[in-house]
């Protein structure tokens, strides 16, 4: 199956500080990829749609300015988490959807972020 | 509105037993069905996937699921668990409605497996 990475697997920032997560496909072109925040033992939340070559579009409830996306190239997205506060603290985990595999999604190995 | 449900949050089976977990969904058009497993602190594997064509689908570890339009569900099945299965599983719905297919997922459902 498609491999889809993460970079990188965990971060631990100080609070005001911005973390920039990265979401790469590696076998195959994505032009759209997907952002998805996870709480403990809880089901994922889709945050926003990156699509390459132009803005994201964001969820309700997710503020664009706070996890500022970047799709710039048909394989990779990235997601700052801008004056990260500890209540951003979470499990980060992206999505690539494969056009070629009937636009099924592969997931990344995810990110934890832990802000202090 | 489109929905999944999966009945159990948590089961617990004996290695070597058979396993079913249930997932029932709501949507507007011609769904896309998945299961995907999530190891701890891990992103998510897919085990097997619907499109369209035989109802009865083949996954990886020996997993399978059946599609069944009329009680609209896609229940995932495995004959004889082993230890490495214990995880969670997600069963999500997207396609065409969703804009974007964009995937919604089920709250989970949480496998233990007893040695």
């Known amino acids: 199956g498609a491999v889809v990475s993460q970079h990188p697997s965990w971060v631990i920032c100080k609070s005001g500080t911005s973390v920039k997560i990265e979401c790469r496909s590696l076998?195959?072109?994505?032009?759209?990829m997907f952002w998805y925040r996870q709480f403990p033992k809880q089901s994922l939340m889709l945050m926003a749609t990156s699509n390459e070559g132009s803005k994201a579009t964001y969820e309700q409830g997710v503020e664009k300015d706070k996890f500022l996306i970047n799709h710039a190239s048909l394989t990779l997205s990235t997601l700052t988490v801008t004056s990260a506060h500890p209540e951003d603290s979470s499990f980060y985990i992206c999505?690539?959807?494969?056009?070629?595999?009937?636009?099924?999604?592969?997931f990344g190995p995810g990110t934890r972020l832990t802000v202090l | 509105a489109q929905s999944v449900t999966q009945p159990d949050i948590h089961i617990t089976v004996s290695e070597g037993a058979s396993l079913e977990l249930r997932c029932n969904y709501s949507y507007g058009a011609t769904p896309y069905l998945f299961w995907y497993v999530q190891s701890p602190g891990q992103g998510l594997q897919l085990l097997l996937k619907y499109f369209s064509g035989d109802t009865l689908v083949q996954g990886i570890k020996g997993f399978e699921a059946e599609f069944k339009r009329s009680q609209s569900s896609f229940n995932l099945r495995k004959p004889s668990v082993h230890w490495s299965d214990a995880a969670e599983y997600f069963c999500?719905?997207?396609?065409?409605?969703?804009?974007?297919?964009?995937?919604?997922f089920g709250a989970g459902t949480r496998l233990a497996v007893h040695p």
């Open positions: 999500a719905v997207g396609g065409s409605s969703g804009g974007y297919n964009k995937l919604i």
């Open positions: 076998d195959f072109q994505a032009t759209t």
């Open positions: 999505s690539a959807r494969d056009w070629t595999d009937r636009d099924t999604q592969y």
